[in-house]
């Protein structure tokens, strides 16, 4: 699993920073969250091929996080994607995808989207993972994401062959979760499998201010990429643009037993945001501010 920041600017692109947008790759299929105006250019440097993505999820309707979308669709039907796309946004967004579709002479020629409205809860069921939202602090219709791979157990070998089973086919078949015999005794899948190990868990925030939506739907994750668009010094106009500060991320994030935290759409006039990274480290020490391209990895969990 690997997270690409694409964009970690707020409201306004700088030089070294694109509007939001986040990607997240994985067993090589590829997840964006917010696709804020020039996504596709920074998937472009970033050696990213947009047309893998099936999945697009928007936080809210900022112009900042959605305004990507026409664009990155455009060029997918020019370059004759011939699948459907999934977008996922919040109350709203239907309408707004209507009217993004109506301008000019926008036409679709090889592709159609799946446009789904969200509300809190699972927005996304797949065989290995599940990505749900939660309510966030922002405006009446903003949410976040949570990216969560299925628990696992995983098969003890050592242990199924002192309880004398052979390596091969009754390997396989305790794998796929069937009893075997062996020597006349029952060998059960439950005797040879580890406990359950909790899968990996990436929380996106879009833009809020520090609230209990984010604590819970963070807790124990892995990763959480959250708002921080300013330091200390502005916590009033923080508070009054519902946005937070990266202290306040960073209190977030110990209060829900994270394991790292990712501050990100940063205000522009953090041309050295060393400051906000500081400032989260004071409350929460694996606090990093995301750049542009920046890309980690987000290790499995041992059994
Ligand atoms: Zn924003
Ligand atoms: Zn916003």
């Given at each position: 699993?690997?997270?690409?920041?694409?964009?970690?600017?707020?409201?306004?692109?700088?030089?070294?920073?694109?509007?939001?947008?986040?990607?997240?790759?994985?067993?090589?299929?590829?997840?964006?969250?917010?696709?804020?105006?020039?996504?596709?250019?920074?998937?472009?440097?970033?050696?990213?091929?947009?047309?893998?993505?099936?999945?697009?999820?928007?936080?809210?309707?900022?112009?900042?996080?959605?305004?990507?979308?026409?664009?990155?669709?455009?060029?997918?039907?020019?370059?004759?994607?011939?699948?459907?796309?999934?977008?996922?946004?919040?109350?709203?967004?239907?309408?707004?995808?209507?009217?993004?579709?109506?301008?000019?002479?926008?036409?679709?020629?090889?592709?159609?989207?799946?446009?789904?409205?969200?509300?809190?809860?699972?927005?996304?069921?797949?065989?290995?993972?599940?990505?749900?939202?939660?309510?966030?602090?922002?405006?009446?219709?903003?949410?976040g994401y949570v990216f969560e791979e299925d628990s696992k157990r995983t098969f003890l070998k050592k242990k199924a062959l002192k309880l004398g089973v052979p390596e091969g086919v009754l390997f396989s078949r305790l794998q796929k979760g069937h009893e075997v015999?062996?020597?006349?005794?029952?060998?059960?899948?439950?005797?040879?499998?580890?406990?359950?190990?909790?899968?990996?868990?990436?929380?996106?925030?879009?833009?809020?201010?520090?609230?209990?939506?984010?604590?819970?739907?963070?807790?124990?994750?892995?990763?959480?990429?959250?708002?921080?668009?300013?330091?200390?010094?502005?916590?009033?106009?923080?508070?009054?643009?519902?946005?937070?500060?990266?202290?306040?991320?960073?209190?977030?994030?110990?209060?829900?037993?994270?394991?790292?935290?990712?501050?990100?759409?940063?205000?522009?006039?953090?041309?050295?945001?060393?400051?906000?990274?500081?400032?989260?480290?004071?409350?929460?020490?694996?606090?990093?501010?995301?750049?542009?391209?920046?890309?980690?990895?987000?290790?499995?969990?041992?059994?």
């Amino acid at each position: 699993m690997e997270i690409v920041f694409l964009g970690t600017s707020c409201a306004v692109p700088t030089e070294k920073r694109g509007l939001p947008a986040v990607l997240l790759e994985y067993l090589n299929e590829y997840y964006l969250f917010d696709c804020g105006e020039g996504s596709q250019r920074q998937m472009r440097i970033a050696g990213i091929n947009f047309m893998r993505i099936d999945h697009i999820f928007i936080t809210h309707l900022h112009a900042d996080h959605f305004m990507g979308l026409a664009g990155l669709i455009q060029s997918m039907d020019f370059l004759e994607r011939n699948r459907v796309l999934n977008l996922y946004g919040p109350a709203g967004f239907k309408k707004t995808m209507e009217h993004m579709m109506s301008l000019g002479s926008f036409s679709m020629d090889y592709m159609s989207l799946s446009i789904n409205e969200v509300s809190p809860g699972w927005v996304l069921d797949c065989d290995r993972f599940r990505v749900s939202c939660f309510r966030t602090e922002h405006t009446s219709n903003s949410v976040g994401y949570v990216f969560e791979e299925d628990s696992k157990r995983t098969f003890l070998k050592k242990k199924a062959l002192k309880l004398g089973v052979p390596e091969g086919v009754l390997f396989s078949r305790l794998q796929k979760g069937h009893e075997v015999e062996v020597d006349g005794r029952k060998i059960t899948p439950e005797m040879v499998l580890s406990d359950p190990v909790p899968g990996r868990k990436v929380v996106y925030t879009g833009d809020t201010r520090a609230c209990d939506g984010v604590r819970e739907a963070a807790r124990g994750a892995d990763v959480l990429i959250h708002d921080s668009t300013f330091s200390d010094s502005e916590e009033e106009k923080t508070t009054l643009m519902a946005h937070c500060t990266a202290r306040q991320a960073a209190e977030v994030a110990r209060e829900a037993g994270v394991k790292r935290l990712y501050l990100t759409h940063l205000s522009q006039r953090y041309t050295n945001p060393s400051i906000l990274e500081q400032e989260a480290r004071e409350v929460f020490p694996k606090s990093y501010v995301a750049e542009d391209f920046m890309r980690i990895k987000v290790a499995k969990h041992d059994p």
